[in-house]
């Protein structure tokens, strides 16, 4: 079935640098990806929508210089938190819709800033 | 705008026993779909089972059966059988309407933590 694949799992990083993290559609094309983000033992929220070739629509709140995401190919979408604060430490959780009903998540990633 | 309820912030089943999870929508589109998720400690989210809003028989994944009923806007899952592994928290979601970028959209409601004693 359909998979969706994302990289890092864990990432720990110092406050100030960036950090990339990228989402996958393996056995499918994904013109649209969604990122979420979620704070522990509360529920997802949509950060942006990623659109491959074009620029990704993000939601009201969401600062798209500090969360950049680019989709330049029809399997990769990629999430990168510029100027990393610990406030912005959270599960990452990417998702891609197929053709069918089922839409996939990709396993997640967990950034701790310090 | 679409919103989802939970209500059940946390429930508690014995193992083998059935348990229903609570769900309630509210949304002007008449075409819609509803999702459930399991997500184990792990972070990672698992699919569960799926109702379209035209869909006239209710959804049936194995153990997971969804309960619709689209007057009271309400599609509560139902897990037959409880297994230990089935302890994880539980995510009602709907999808918008299809079309344009807006297809895969989907939003949560707040989640329930279903805990299976042995």
């Known amino acids: 079935g359909a998979v969706v694949s994302q990289h890092p799992s864990r990432v720990i990083c110092k406050s100030g640098t960036s950090v990339k993290i990228e989402c996958r559609s393996l056995d499918f094309q994904a013109t649209t990806m969604f990122w979420y983000r979620q704070f522990p033992k509360q529920s997802l929220m949509l950060m942006a929508t990623s659109n491959e070739g074009s620029k990704a629509t993000y939601e009201q709140g969401v600062e798209k210089d500090k969360f950049l995401i680019n989709h330049a190919s029809l399997t990769l979408s990629t999430l990168t938190v510029t100027s990393a604060h610990p406030e912005d430490s959270s599960f990452y959780i990417c998702s891609a819709p197929t053709a069918s009903e089922k839409l996939f998540f990709g396993s997640g990633t967990q950034l701790s800033v310090l | 705008a679409q919103k989802i309820t939970q209500t059940q912030p946390g429930m508690f089943v014995q193992e083998k026993e059935a348990v229903t999870l609570d769900c309630t929508y509210d949304t002007s589109d008449q075409s819609y779909g509803l999702f459930w998720y399991k997500q184990p400690s792990s972070g990672e989210m698992i699919f569960l089972i799926y109702q379209g809003s035209y869909d006239e028989q209710n959804a049936t994944e194995g153990r997971y059966s969804l309960n619709f009923q689209k007057a009271r806007k309400s599609a509560n899952l139902v897990i037959s059988a409880s297994q230990l592994g089935d302890s994880a928290m539980y995510f009602c979601?709907?999808?918008?309407?299809?079309?344009?970028?807006?297809?895969?959209?989907?939003?949560f409601g707040q989640g329930t933590i279903l805990t299976v004693h042995p």
């Open positions: 979601a709907m999808r918008e309407a299809l079309g344009g970028t807006s297809y895969g959209k989907l939003t």
